[in-house]
């Protein structure tokens, strides 16, 4: 999901290559991603949600990436908040607590009809609606594609647009929206 996000936040964008590749891996093929990692000319590692990841392996990619890169996390695991002093890496967190760069708040999630928040980075406040979908891992995701976004130079407002029109390839293939 976080992936499909993500690209949804930055495929209008005339920034975005079409090379741009998004991975999703539960981190176990480190030789592979250290692969990948090495060849970007802007490696971006997102970590959205870690119960099934150790924190060394964690810290053993983070400290793969170049310097040139990022690492996007979810602060509200709390030993994510350790990675800003455990890797070199410049480091984007995004929740609901306070301390995220990319902080939730407002949500309205009534039913599938249609959920919004707000996204708060840096006092800039950009409300955020998507429809047919419900939970808080919609949420963790839109934050992620907006932390990528805010990498890439891409603009909240256009993101938040874009994900206006975005349809989850599950409930696609179920017929549910």
């Known amino acids: 999901m976080t992936r499909e996000i993500v690209f949804q936040s930055l495929k209008n964008h005339p920034k975005i290559r079409s090379k741009t590749l ?12 250290n692969f990948f990692i090495k060849n970007s000319s802007l490696p ?13 392996k964690i810290k053993i990619i983070s400290k793969a990436i170049p310097g040139r890169g990022f690492l996007i996390s979810n602060f509200d695991e709390e030993q994510n908040r350790e990675l800003k002093t455990e890797t070199p ?18 949500v309205r999630d009534g039913d599938d009809e249609e959920m919004n928040f707000k996204i708060n980075y840096k006092g800039n ?7 047919g979908v419900s939970g808080r ?22 993101i938040s647009e874009t994900l206006k029109d975005y349809k989850d390839s599950a409930m696609l293939k179920n017929n549910t929206l």
């Open 22 to 33: 998004i991975l999703e891996s539960n981190l176990e093929d480190v030789e592979g991603l």
């Open 44 to 56: 971006i590692l997102v970590i959205t949600d870690n119960k099934d990841i150790s924190f060394e």
């Open 89 to 106: 890496l410049r480091v984007l967190c995004f929740g609901f607590q306070s301390g995220a760069d990319f902080q939730a708040s407002d």
């Open 125 to 131: 406040i950009v409300p955020i609606w998507l429809r």
């Open 137 to 158: 891992g919609y949420i963790y995701a839109v934050l992620a594609g907006a932390a990528v976004g805010e990498v890439l130079g891409l603009n909240l407002v256009e």
